[in-house]
Each structure stands twice: as C-alpha cells, then as structure tokens.
C-alpha cells in the first residue's frame, strides 16, 4: 500500500505547496502519495501564491497543478505522516485530532533536521522574495531526510 504523506500550512498557498512539491520530486509516486492543505480557508481552490511557483520552477519544479484546499478530520484517517510547517498550525490541527493515534501523525516538518528544537517554517506571505528561497531550502532539507525514513 502506498505511504500517504500530507503537508499542511496555513493558507496552502506558500510553504505547504513547495513542501508537496519538493517531497513529489525526490520520490516515486506509485509508491507514495503526497498531497497539502492549509489549515484556513482562504485560497481554497487557487494556485499557490505566484512566489511560491517561481521559486519552485528555479529548481525544476512546477506547482501549477496544484489548487488550494483546507486540512479536514478526515485527513487524519486519509493520510500516514502529517508535516505541519508551525507550531500554530501543529495546534489547529491538532485540535481537530479525535484520538492520540491520529495526534501521533503529526509533526513539525523541521523536526527531521532539527530534533526536538520546535524549529518553525517561516511565513514568507508578506515578506520579500528571498524569504520563499530560504524557504524553499529548508524544506528541501527535511523532504531529503523525510525520503531516507521512508
Ligand atoms: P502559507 O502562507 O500558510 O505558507 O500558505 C500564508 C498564505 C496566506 C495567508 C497566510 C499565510 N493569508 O492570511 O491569507
């Protein structure tokens, strides 16, 4: 059976799209399914934020096929691994969470290269360009130990 692997922001316009992304590009998809949602409900149904698809196509990835959606319970059930980008987001999904099996699923992304320090993603929204670059970098770092697991 595949290993569904699901990576949640706040929006699922900035930092869960690249995440989704990064992680589709370093492993086989007949063996793994990866998908992301954000937590708000704002940009369901759009692209990812247009500084999140240049950033991604620098490094040979596209994103615009991607469309925005929001986390549900039943994404606890759907999915094996979920990878929350901050700690806000780990509480809000957490808090939809019916029982520690399914609280267990969940994991600040930064823990594979930072253990145990609750290390954030920052939120690139309202930040210049560099910051999705940054971004782009350390997901690319944990999506590397994220497939070495797998
Ligand atoms: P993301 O960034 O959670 O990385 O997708 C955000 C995008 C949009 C908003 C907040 C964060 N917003 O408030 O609309």
Redesign the pocket.
Known sequence: MKTKILMV??????????AEGILKSKIDTNMVFVDSA???H??VGQL??PR?IEVAKNHGIDLTNQR?RQFTQKDFEAFDFIFV?DAS?KENVLQLAKNTSEAKKVQLILDEIFPFENVD?P????GGDQGFES?YQMLDQACQEIVKRL
């Not at 922001?9 to 799209?17: F, Q, V």
């Open positions: 922001c706040l929006g699922n316009i900035c930092r869960s799209p690249l954000g937590t708000g704002w940009h990812p934020d999140s925005g980008m987001n993603v939120d690139p929204y309202y971004v």
